[in-house]
């Protein structure tokens, strides 16, 4: 039986798109919810337009609660019965109480090789710092930020004429690629890292 996915989304969902598209035939999963704490979010849209089910839950009203937040959130879930849950630029940091009982089955993608670069800005932070390679990670979601144990990366070169634009145009191609290609293999049951 197919394994059922969670994606959630802040923003455009580009990387949510890049997964859907790849959860069709004899992939293991299908996208059965999107997730979003911005009901205007450019994913949800498109999830909508291809029929999938939506839950948007807007975390302002909830102000410095996140706990509140993500009860919400996992009472919007339940009926899904998810097996894995996928973040995919959700902008908003979960706390333990929401990711320990989802550990081992959430992933996350990442805009850097970690563990270099948790957090923000990681393209500028990559230019400043001089590197030479940059990329995109894909791991399994803990309490930490952007921690976690690697399922995959992907690598590029930095240009010498690279911007943080640039660079992150770069790196989001790859993301498209990246992310498709580990949670097939997830979903199968193999944990073992790639590198692309
Ligand atoms: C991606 O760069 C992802 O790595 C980061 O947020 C961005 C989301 O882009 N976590 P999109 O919404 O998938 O287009």
Redesign the pocket.
């Known amino acids: 039986m197919n394994k059922r996915v969670g994606i959630f989304?802040?923003?455009?969902?580009?990387?949510?798109?890049?997964l859907v598209e790849d959860m069709v035939d004899d992939h293991p999963a299908r996208a059965v919810v999107i997730v979003s704490n911005n009901e205007n979010?450019?994913?949800i849209a498109w999830a909508r337009s291809q029929g999938i089910a939506t839950e948007a839950i807007d975390h302002r009203p909830f102000g410095e609660d996140r706990t509140a937040f993500e009860s919400a959130i996992n009472n919007a879930l339940e009926p899904y019965e998810l097996d894995i849950i996928c973040?995919?630029?959700?902008?908003r940091v979960l706390t333990a109480g929401f990711v320990t009982p989802w550990q081992g089955r959430m992933l996350?993608?990442?805009?850097s090789l970690l563990p270099k670069y948790k957090g923000l800005r990681?393209h500028a932070r990559a230019l400043e710092a001089g590197d030479t390679e940059h990329g995109?990670s894909v791991h399994l979601v803990t309490p930490a930020l952007d921690d976690g144990p690697i399922l995959g990366q992907a690598r590029i070169p930095v240009d010498p004429d690279d911007t943080p634009d640039s660079l992150?145009a770069r790196?989001?191609a790859k993301?498209?690629v990246l992310y498709p290609a580990v949670l097939r293999r997830f979903a199968a049951g193999d944990t073992s890292p790639i590198t692309l």
């Open positions: 989304v802040s923003g455009g969902g580009s990387n949510m798109r890049a979010a450019g994913g973040l995919a630029g959700f902008m996350n993608i990442h805009p990681t995109c992150a790196v989001l993301e498209h």
